[in-house]
């Protein structure tokens, strides 16, 4: 165990509280759906070309090439102040346009802004995913833990509206932009100096994860708490924000217990024992933490990443096999593949276009309490990503579940929520948000390892964004289906649409798409178990 009075051990769990903080503000879309409509009377537009400025948030975010070539030459700090100004130019400029201080704004440069807005979380979450892997190098999984805050993004910013204008400061997109242009700047210069004075030295306390895994459950559990508990609920919402950024930042207060737990523990054993060192480090020693990290490289190479054993019958994908590197023409005559590409379309893609259209939903059920719904979405999703990447820290090396089989287990319980949205009910309403938050999260976490492993890692990123580029495509379908038959219903163009009436096509049409999506996933399963076995 490390001394945790050095400076070293201290940097180190603030550097995690710092990254964990960044992630969880990297995700300045996360709001968007909420004021989009209230956006789209500012810039006098229609509900169908609001829907082309969520898709050009999203396609912004297909662009993690940029930064993930950049980041192999440029400094890692380079790679977060270039992200800061990009959000910070998306979405000010915006700001300064609805505050009347730039008074000509056209729709195409909205557009373009929205582009470069989006492409500025990729920027972000690079640089929080290089510095998670360089302080935590014998911790792989604290990577994939960090990345799991990006769900928390809603919440935070909702809070943060709430404790500035309370629950009307929804109805001011400008409260929206604006926060969505300073917080992820003030809290990115922050970090990138902590950071810069730790020098991303490598973090070898033996019991980070089973830590770091416990501070990000109770930090689920308060924010979920947040909404259904009446004590927090009663707080002001000054008081709520503070309370729930400091639960996001407890990592940073693990040195602090750990060293009063060293002297506590240290001044009893001086008066039983002679004093002993306090860390022991011998050549027998780094010797066997040496072989053991030699072994667990081996068994990652020949388990072909976490433990997965390629079969030599395997099924041939015309010239390559899974678990082989499958370049773009490889990857385009794969059916594995395509069946991978609408799995996500018809899964966690469908979970994001609700998501976009929450506020709709909630209002032509009668249900104003938007910010509650967008906490239930967040923290579900927060909870499906930590619990799986828990399943994977350790199941690793023992083949219990298969991640397409996982995926199907996950992909099962998504129609059935759209299927309860019909009914109309409150109680239905919360339980499919939870529901479709929790699914669409988890199986947005296997993604990167999924493709890693059936289609090999050394282009991983160009075929996760292929796969990713259903998110543009169906947030532009779907949203135009549900702008249609909501204003056929009667909302018109920015009325309100009251009734049953208003998304039930839409709820039949989504829940028939995402059952195809589950069948897919169980094909997938059946034709990938030879690799897995």
């Known amino acids: ?70 980041a192999d030459r440029l400094p890692p700090w380079t790679i977060l102040l ?80 709430e404790g500035i204008q309370g629950r009307i400061g929804f109805e001011n997109p400008s ?29 070898t306390e033996t019991d980070i994860f089973p830590i770091a895994f416990s501070i990000a459950v109770a930090t689920g559990v308060y924010a979920m708490l947040g909404n259904t508990v009446q004590p927090i609920k009663n707080m002001s919402p000054q008081l709520q924000v503070v309370t729930f950024m400091l639960v996001i930042m407890l990592p940073i207060a ?100 609700y998501v976009n259209n929450l506020r709709r939903i909630s209002e032509s059920h009668g249900n104003y309490e938007v910010s509650s719904l967008l906490a239930v979405s967040s923290t579900s999703g927060f909870f499906g990503r930590i619990f799986l990447v828990l399943f994977e820290e350790y199941t690793r090396r023992r083949s219990i579940l298969s991640k397409p089989a996982s995926i199907v287990l996950m992909m099962i319980p998504m129609p059935v929520s759209f299927f309860l949205l019909i009914n109309g009910s409150k109680t239905g309403l919360y339980i499919s948000t939870g529901i479709l938050g929790a699914c669409s999260g988890a199986i947005r976490a296997t993604t990167a390892s999924t493709i890693s492993e059936l289609f090999g890692p050394q282009n991983s990123v160009v075929n996760q964004n292929i796969v990713l ?31 049953f009436e208003c998304h039930h096509k839409t709820f039949i049409i989504w829940g028939s798409i995402s059952s195809i999506g589950t069948i897919l996933s169980f094909i997938l399963h059946l034709r990938t178990r030879k690799f897995y076995s």
């Open 82 to 161: 270039i992200g800061l100004s990009f959000g910070s130019v998306g979405y000010g400029v915006q700001y300064l346009y609805i505050a009347d201080k730039i008074h000509t704004l056209s729709y195409w440069q909205v557009f373009l802004l929205c582009l470069l807005a989006g492409n500025s979380i990729c920027w972000i979450q690079t640089y929080c995913y290089f510095a998670a892997v360089t302080n935590f190098n014998k911790h792989k999984n604290i990577a994939a833990l960090i990345s799991c805050y990006s769900a928390l993004g809603r919440k935070v910013y909702t809070s943060l509206v």
């Open 175 to 203: 409260t929206c932009l604006l926060l969505n242009c300073l917080v992820p700047a003030s809290v990115g210069l922050v970090v990138v100096l902590i950071v810069g004075c730790s020098k991303l030295t490598e973090h």
């Open 254 to 353: 693990v040195p602090l217990v750990k060293a009063a737990h060293w002297l506590i523990i240290g001044r009893w054993r001086s008066k039983i024992t002679p004093e002993l060192p306090c860390v022991v480090t011998t050549a027998n020693c780094i010797t066997v933490i040496k072989g053991i990290d030699d072994m667990n490289e081996e068994v990652g190479e020949d388990g072909k990443r976490a433990g997965v054993k390629v079969n030599e019958g395997m099924e041939k994908v015309g010239k390559v096999k899974l678990g082989d590197e499958h370049g773009v023409k490889n990857i385009m005559m794969s059916l594995d593949f395509w069946l991978f590409f609408w799995v996500n379309a018809c899964g966690p893609m469908l979970g994001l276009v």
């Open 469 to 499: 580029t259903n998110i543009p495509i169906g947030t532009l379908l779907f949203g135009y289906l549900d702008v249609i038959n909501y204003e056929t219903g009667g909302g018109g163009n920015y009325g309100i649409c009251k009734g």
């Open 1 to 70: 165990m490390s001394n945790p009075l050095s400076s070293k051990y201290q940097l180190s769990w603030l550097s995690l509280g710092g990254i964990i903080l960044l992630q969880s503000v990297s995700v300045t879309s996360s709001l968007f759906s909420t004021y989009s409509s209230l956006l789209g009377k500012q810039f006098s537009i229609s509900r169908v070309q609001v829907i082309n400025l969520i898709v050009a948030l999203e396609t912004g975010k297909l662009f993690e090439w940029f930064p993930s070539a950049a």
